[in-house]
């Protein structure tokens, strides 16, 4: 009976020590930075071209607000604009003719003076040409008031007009980062709001494993270490994979009731994340076991 005690023995010491060797430091779950996307307008959403599942990539153009009110405010504004233009362009033509009126008054009023001091004309005609110098002059600061005037609604029309280009700019739906969508919460035909969600997206290419560690762990543990992460292909089977630590938490807390150790609930612990890149079988919220080099 000894002869088959021994190898059974032995069977179960190999055994044991091939697990003890197999057995992970730290357990967690996949997480991810997920985006939530709103619409930065109020109206009815005439476009939504995405689904669930979707690979998107940031900058893509993937729906349209409904812009109509926005483009009538527009024409009206660029219509009383071309009226302002008009005015100016005869206010400038009215300051030329006051200009040239002005430089013939100078030659007039240098003649005079001339025949003046030469005892050939009168005070009254030196003081007839001053009082129409004055009054041009007085005419022409009105006109370039009214110059001012119309500069300045022309730059206030042009502000507007710069704000609707704006708003207009965002009823179009802009994917802002590349990643997959994970839902779709709003639709075609609905009407949003500033900050209403339209829909979540989330880049899979690399998903982080928040795992807690012991303080026996902690001192083995560094920034940037490469280690093994341990997940299941989904067959029965475990695979390994490489991760990278980004992060280490600086301070301990008590393991979370979801996560195991080999270390009893009521130990502290250190929460650390791991970069992994996802070859398209890890999903968000799925288990993964890590082990560190020793």
């Known amino acids: 009976m000894n002869e088959y005690l021994i190898p059974l023995l032995l069977t179960i010491i190999l055994v044991a020590c091939s697990n003890q060797k197999t057995e992970s430091d730290a357990y967690g779950y996949f997480q991810t930075e997920t985006v939530t996307v709103s619409s930065e307008t109020a109206g009815l ?3 939504l071209h995405l689904e669930e599942g979707d690979i998107l990539l940031a900058g893509k153009p993937i729906g349209q607000i409904d812009s109509m ?8 504004l660029m219509a009383n604009l071309k009226v302002l233009q008009a005015n100016a362009l005869q206010v400038t033509s009215q300051a030329e003719v006051i200009e040239q009126q002005m430089v013939n008054l100078e030659r007039d009023q240098k003649r005079v003076k001339n025949l003046l001091d030469a005892g050939s ?26 110059q001012q005037t119309l500069e300045s609604q022309q730059a206030q029309i042009y ?3 710069d704000e609707l280009n704006y708003n207009l700019k965002k009823t179009i739906l802009t994917n802002p980062v590349e990643g997959t969508v994970l839902s779709k919460i709003a639709m075609k035909g609905e009407i949003t709001a500033p900050g209403k969600p339209l829909y979540e997206i989330a880049n899979m290419k690399f998903l982080t494993l928040k795992a807690y560690i012991s303080g026996d762990i902690l001192p083995d543990v560094k920034l940037n270490q490469s280690v093994t992460v341990v997940v299941d292909d989904g067959q029965g089977h475990l695979k390994e994979i490489n991760g990278v630590v980004n992060w280490i938490s600086e ?3 008590f393991t979370p009731k979801t996560i195991q150790t080999r270390e009893e609930r009521v130990n502290l612990v250190y929460a650390v994340k791991i970069r992994v890149e996802n070859d398209g079988s890890i999903k968000i919220g799925m288990p993964g076991e890590v082990k560190f080099a020793k």
Request: zero cysteines; proline letters at 0%; a negative charge.
């Open 121 to 146: 004309a009168t005070q009254k005609q030196a003081d007839d040409i001053e009082s129409q110098m004055l009054v041009l002059e007085k005419q022409k600061a009105s006109i370039i008031a009214q």
């Open 45 to 47: 959403i005439e476009e």
């Open 159 to 161: 502000s507007q007009i």
């Open 69 to 76: 009110n926005l483009h009538f405010k527009k024409q009206q």
């Open 251 to 253: 301070q301990a807390e």
